[in-house]
C-alpha cells in the first residue's frame, strides 16, 4: 500500500492528476451500484446491479468473495461498520416484501442481525465508524436510527430524504422536509451521549432549491457539507457559517417549472433520474465527480472565494474514458492516498510519486 496521509504526502492537485490505474478488479458482471471502504482503509466492498456483495483486501490488491445466495434478503446497499469484518446491508429494492436492513458478517458468514423497519424500497444507507449504530431513510421517508449490538431502533423520524455520519462517526447530519414551511430542514445529531436532541444547521427554502435533496456528505475536516439532487447537480454548503459556498453546475438553480420547460422533461421522467454520488478529498479541497452523459469523470478543486464552481475553470480536470463503460460510482480513500471508480470494473488510482510537485504553498482556511 502506498504511504498514508500521515506520512505527509502532498494531496494536492499535482499527486491527483498524476493519478494513474493502479490495479483493476473485472470480478463484476454488472454495473457497480454501490460501495464503501473500510476505515482502515484495506478493504473494499461494492454491490452491483445482480445484488451481489463483492468483497477485496486493497492493502493486497486481492478479490476474496463474492456474496450472492448468502444473502438470502438480497442486497440493493452495503457499508462498512466500526467493525472490517461486518457490513450493514439493505434488502433487495425489487422484493414485493417488506424492506429490511440486516448486518452481515464477512468472516463468519452469516446474518446476525435484522431489522424488518421499511415499507418503501431503501434510499439511504450509512453506519458509523466508532459506534455500531446505522441509519436507513426509505422512499415513504421515514428514517430509522438503530443500534444492531442491543438490537433496538433508537430513533424514528418521518419526512426524512436523506442522512450522512461525518468522518469520525460522531454526528449524524439528516435532512428533513418541511411541509408547512416550504423548505427542507437539516439537522446534526451528536451520537453517543444522553442528550441527543436534534440541532438545525440550515433551512433550503423551495423557492430557491426546488428539488429535494437524495445525498449529503460531510467533508473530513467536519466543515463542509455536499448535497445532491437526482437532477445531478450538487451545493456546497460551510456547516459553521450556515453560508451556502458553491453551485454546480455554473447556472443558479431555477424553480421546478422552469426547469422543466428548459429541459422538456416531464416529472415521471425526472424522477427516474439517477444521482451518483460524489466525494470529497481528504483535504477538503477537492471534488470527484462522475459524468452522467459519458465515461469521464472529473476532479473540481474547490475555490472557496469565488461564487460558484465554473465547469469551464481551469481546475476542473477531465479523465477520458479510462472506465468501459459510464463511470457509476467515484470515491476518495481518507486513509491512503488513491481514489477508486467503477462501472463494471472497478479501478484504483494512486499518484504517480516520481513526478508530484509538492506544493508548498499553504492555502487560508477561511472556516476559521
Known amino acids: 500500500m502506498e504511504p498514508t496521509l500521515e506520512e505527509r504526502i502532498p494531496f494536492n492537485l499535482s499527486s491527483i492528476i498524476s493519478s494513474k490505474p493502479a490495479l483493476m478488479f ?52 452495503a457499508k462498512f461498520t466500526e467493525e472490517p469484518t461486518k457490513v450493514v446491508c439493505a434488502s433487495n429494492r425489487n422484493s414485493k416484501l417488506l424492506k429490511c436492513v440486516y448486518i452481515f458478517d464477512l468472516s463468519e458468514n452469516y446474518i446476525p442481525v435484522k431489522f424488518d423497519c421499511h415499507l418503501g424500497s431503501i434510499k439511504s444507507l450509512t453506519a458509523s465508524s466508532s459506534y455500531p449504530i446505522f441509519t436507513s431513510c426509505d422512499s415513504r421517508r421515514r428514517c430509522i436510527l ?20 461525518n468522518n469520525k462517526g460522531s454526528h449524524l447530519v439528516i435532512v428533513q422536509k418541511n411541509e408547512k414551511a416550504d423548505c427542507q430542514e437539516i439537522f446534526s445529531i451528536e451520537i453517543g451521549t444522553a442528550n441527543s436532541s436534534a440541532k438545525i444547521i440550515n433551512r433550503m427554502y423551495r423557492d430557491t432549491y426546488p428539488d429535494d435533496f437524495c445525498y449529503a456528505q460531510i467533508s473530513r475536516n467536519g466543515k463542509l457539507l455536499v448535497l445532491g439532487t437526482k437532477r445531478n447537480y450538487f451545493l456546497i454548503m460551510c456547516i459553521k457559517t450556515k453560508r451556502n459556498m458553491e453551485i454546480f453546475p455554473e447556472k443558479p438553480l431555477k424553480r421546478r417549472e422552469e426547469l422543466k420547460n428548459e429541459i422538456g422533461l416531464k416529472d415521471r421522467k425526472i424522477k427516474k433520474k439517477i444521482f451518483r454520488p460524489l466525494s470529497i478529498s481528504p483535504c477538503s479541497k477537492y471534488l470527484l465527480v462522475p459524468d452522467t452523459s459519458d465515461q469521464n469523470f472529473f476532479v473540481i478543486k474547490i475555490r472557496l472565494k469565488c461564487q460558484q464552481i465554473k465547469s469551464k475553470h481551469k481546475d476542473k480536470i477531465l479523465f477520458k474514458k479510462w472506465n468501459s463503460k459510464r463511470v457509476s460510482r467515484v470515491m476518495f480513500s481518507h486513509e491512503h492516498l488513491m481514489f477508486i471508480t467503477a462501472c463494471n470494473n472497478i479501478i484504483l488510482w494512486v499518484p504517480d510519486f516520481e513526478h508530484i510537485v509538492h506544493d508548498m504553498k499553504k492555502e487560508p482556511d477561511i472556516y476559521d
Open 26 to 77: 473485472t470480478n463484476s458482471s454488472s454495473e457497480i451500484i454501490d460501495m464503501d471502504i473500510s476505515r482502515c482503509g484495506y478493504y473494499l466492498i461494492a454491490v452491483n446491479e445482480k445484488d451481489q456483495l463483492l468483497y477485496f483486501n486493497l492493502n493486497e490488491g486481492s478479490y476474496i468473495d463474492t456474496y450472492d445466495q448468502r444473502l438470502e434478503y438480497g442486497c440493493s446497499k
Open 146 to 165: 438503530a443500534d444492531y449490538k442491543k438490537e433496538v431502533i433508537i430513533e424514528e423520524r418521518k419526512e426524512v430524504l436523506t442522512s450522512t455520519f
